[in-house]
């Protein structure tokens, strides 16, 4: 790839004019054998630094931030003991200084010249960064053309948000050596930006140009304070609706979804993708949002990407788990919604554990220590529903409904065929409604007879929005 930027390029794009101070202290190679010493400094006037690593902090549009940023023109970008340790210390000021940290890797991986003592300092490494995230500081990383072996195994793997430039190679074993230990090329394609984001690996493709603004809106969800919520509430009593009335309307094309809440009640939104650990699931998307002002991560499902050939299955359960444990380690709020004809009933969903998906998502919406909102947008079906609910306010637009299963499969059961749906529905007290008199839902949000997906989308933000701040009153961030 042509025209990359050194390391220093890189820092003056992302930081601010004028705010890099370096934490880097100078090499010491008194004790290097001649042969490698020669190396080590003919690559440092070859790329103009004096290891492969620099580090240091800056601003990002005001806020402060630290950066560790591989330089590949030094011996590939490869991380030797000495650049270990100066990552190592920079992660840990980092965490002293409680600073969110930005690094971005440019490496073949582990320096070959050092061997093993070197390659152990991956474990150094990653220790390091879970101490940083353990304090509930932000880790981000930017993988560039090439990120291989022990850095992407490492430092490359570790952050809350992965994304890489354009046509990058980034793999685990570098394709020569494949070739070379195997005798045949590895397939071509698999080790690229583009395939990893597809498989939900890495959440984005971003061009090296667009880095600031990706950093920026990060650290504005996760870094700055709320802001009084000001979208206008909506009051009044909700209509006693028929139950049938409120199923038909949520399936009906057109009906707000999750997408129109990010859009119409988001603000700064930036959507992360996949579990990370190699599955994608479009029925569930995660984002880094401002609802009203409110900063949270947002996990929902998707009504536009749920269809009777793409159910909400276990990956997409997984998915979810990963925003909610975003949400815990950041120490953000998390808001869920629930909008879902269903779950996935296939031998796929059994042998991917459905069922424990939905126990575990359960156990993990329960069990976080952050505030919880919960929205029942539209359908609530099943244990696919059921695994995005228990919040600890739960907020549902005035037509929404869960049932345990579609009023058609109930009265499947009950009568023998689909014919008693509308009784059904109406007999087992799916409403919202009904679960606010239940004590279920805490909110309830009402519907106008005629309204577009933006009007409910803001009412729906402004309800959530008011939740959050309520809940989040008097904390410090």
């Not at 601010?16 to 008194?30: E, F, N």
């Not at 700064?268 to 002002?293: F, K, M, P, Q, Y």
Request: aromatic share 2%.
């Amino acid at each position: 790839m042509s025209g990359r930027l050194g390391a220093r390029e890189l820092i003056d794009l992302v930081l601010d004019a004028g705010t890099q101070v370096s934490w880097d202290r100078p090499i010491d190679l008194s004790g290097v054998a001649p042969d490698y010493r020669a190396e080590l400094e003919a690559a440092a006037a070859k790329a103009g630094t004096d290891e492969s690593v620099i580090t240091g902090r800056g601003l990002v549009r005001g806020r402060p931030v630290a950066v560790v940023v591989n330089e590949f023109r030094f011996l590939a970008g490869s991380i030797g003991r000495a650049a270990a340790a100066r990552i190592v210390a920079a992660v840990r000021r980092a965490t002293a200084e409680g600073l969110p940290l930005l690094a971005a890797t440019a490496s073949g991986g582990t320096r070959m010249q050092e061997g093993t003592p070197a390659f152990l300092q991956m474990v150094e490494i990653s220790r390091a960064l879970m101490e940083h995230r353990a304090a509930g500081l932000p880790y981000l990383v930017y993988l560039r053309h090439p990120t291989t072996g022990g850095v992407f195994a490492s430092w490359g793997s570790l952050a809350h948000v992965t994304v890489a430039e354009p046509g990058a190679l980034v793999g685990f074993l570098g394709p020569k050596v494949y070739e070379a230990l195997h005798g045949s090329p590895f397939p071509a394609g698999v080790q690229t930006a583009e395939n990893l984001a597809a498989h939900g690996v890495i959440d984005a493709v971003v061009p090296v140009a667009d880095l600031p603004e990706l950093v920026d809106r990060a650290l504005g969800v996760l870094v700055d304070p709320p802001v009084p919520p000001s979208l206008p509430r909506r009051l009044g009593d909700v209509t006693d609706r028929d139950a049938w009335e409120c199923i038909t309307s949520t399936r009906a094309e057109g009906r707000a979804g999750v997408r129109d809440l990010l859009r119409h009640g988001g603000s700064g939104t930036l959507r992360l993708n996949g579990t990370d650990g190699g599955e994608r699931d479009e029925s569930v998307l995660i984002a880094l949002t401002r609802l009203d002002g409110q900063p949270c991560v947002v996990v929902g499902q998707d009504r536009s990407r749920q269809d009777g050939q793409n159910l909400l299955g276990p990956s997409a359960l997984r998915q979810a788990r990963r925003g909610m444990r975003l949400a815990e380690e950041l120490r953000l709020p998390l808001v869920t919604v629930v909008d879902t004809p269903g779950a996935e009933l296939s031998q796929r969903a059994e042998e991917g554990a459905m069922a424990g998906e939905i126990a575990r998502c359960i156990a993990a919406l329960t069990t976080l220590s952050v505030p919880t909102v919960s929205v029942l947008l539209g359908q609530g079906c099943g244990g696919g529903a059921l695994a995005l609910l228990p919040a600890r306010t739960v907020v549902a637009a005035e037509r929404s409904w869960l049932s345990p299963l579609p009023p058609e499969g109930a009265s499947v059961i009950v009568h023998g065929d689909v014919s008693h749906a509308a009784d059904m529905a109406r007999r087992q007290g799916v409403r919202a409604i009904d679960m606010q008199a239940s004590g279920a839902v805490h909110v309830l949000v009402p519907e106008a007879d005629a309204e577009t997906p933006a009007d409910l989308a803001i009412a729906v933000a402004a309800a959530c929005g008011e939740a959050l701040a309520a809940a989040t009153a008097g904390s410090v961030r």
